[in-house]
């Protein structure tokens, strides 16, 4: 049997972010979504419930916020992981103008409400908003209530203090993936094309008319993506796949 997935949504998410691309998936492959990491204190606690919750080895799907709980398994866990798909996120850390921005946005969750940060913020994130139905979006509205003004706290706290993850992405061994909206405005393609460049064997899919939601604003075609890549993994080709300008190469 193949290693299952485990899928890890971005910020002030659950299971409910990955739904679309799952439906879309079909029931070829094993997955897990971790559930509670968003209430531990910092980056490594959050670490540890997702490795708690995990089979022993696994393909490693990490979404934004997800995509940083990722690289720190990568570099606590490396050898639990049989590939690394990294979608919307960058290896980076924060930087100085991104701590300003997460302090007023935790004064605006605070103040408005977590469910009302999360429906300005789809806004931001999506390429067309307008485009996306709403029984995609309202799932993740009723996810941000639901996990709560604590929640999102822990995670803002543990994005800002997270650590530079280039230099452990650039030595990791792991099969890599890395996914982006062409339209991204939250964490742009630029950061998508630095970690291609500290992993030049990665297998890089540029996605056009998408922002930082690849698994709500085109499921099918993450669901193909991932599809692919699985069976390249298990026939042997592993990394063997390659996407540059729009097109497979």
Same mark, same amino acid.
């Given at each position: 049997?193949s290693?299952p997935?485990?899928?890890i949504?971005?910020?002030?998410s659950?299971?409910?972010a990955w739904?679309p691309?799952? =439906?879309?998936l079909?029931?070829?492959h094993a997955f897990?979504?971790?559930?509670?990491?968003?209430?531990?204190?910092?980056?490594?606690?959050m670490?540890q419930?997702?490795l708690?919750?995990s089979p022993p080895r696994?393909?490693l799907v990490?979404?934004?916020?997800?995509?940083?709980?990722?690289l720190d398994?990568?570099?606590r866990?490396?050898?639990?992981?049989?590939s690394l798909?990294?979608i919307?996120?960058m290896a980076?850390?924060e930087s100085?103008a991104a701590?300003?921005?997460?302090?007023e946005v935790?004064?605006i969750?605070?103040t408005?409400?977590? =469910?009302?940060?999360q429906?300005?913020?789809?806004?931001?994130?999506l390429f067309?908003?307008?485009?996306?139905?709403?029984?995609?979006?309202e799932?993740?509205?009723?996810a941000?209530e639901?996990l709560?003004y +604590?929640?999102?706290e822990?995670?803002i706290r543990?994005?800002?203090d997270?650590?530079d993850?280039?230099a *452990?992405?650039? !030595?990791?061994i792991?099969p890599?993936?890395?996914v982006v909206?062409?339209?991204?405005?939250i964490?742009?393609v630029?950061?998508? =094309?630095?970690?291609q460049?500290l992993?030049? *064997?990665a297998?890089?899919?540029?996605?056009p008319e998408? +922002?930082?939601c690849?698994?709500l604003?085109?499921p099918?075609?993450? !669901?193909?993506i991932l599809?692919?890549?699985?069976?390249?993994?298990e !026939? +042997?080709a592993g990394?063997g796949?390659r996407?540059?300008?729009?097109?497979?190469?």
């Open positions: 049997m290693d997935l485990v899928l949504p971005g910020l002030q659950d299971a409910s739904m691309v799952l =439906r879309q079909g029931h070829y897990c979504i971790p559930m509670g990491h968003q209430f531990a204190p910092d980056l490594s606690m670490t419930k997702v708690a919750q696994f393909h990490g979404w934004s916020m997800g995509g940083y709980i990722a398994i990568l570099r866990a490396p050898e639990r992981i049989a798909i990294l919307s996120t980076g850390p100085e701590r300003t921005r997460r302090g935790l004064e969750a605070d408005r409400g977590v =469910r009302h940060y429906a300005e913020n789809l806004v931001t994130c067309r908003p307008e485009a996306i139905e709403p029984g995609i979006i799932p993740m509205l009723a941000s639901i709560g +604590g929640a999102f822990a995670q543990a994005i800002m997270r650590s993850s280039r *452990d992405l650039a !030595a990791s792991a890599l993936l890395i909206g062409r339209e991204d405005t964490i742009p630029s950061h998508a =094309r630095e970690m460049r992993r030049p *064997d297998a890089f899919h540029e996605i998408c +922002g930082h690849p698994p604003e085109h099918e075609l993450v !669901a193909d599809n692919t890549w699985l069976r390249d993994f !026939a +042997g990394s796949m996407k540059s300008g729009g097109a497979w190469s």
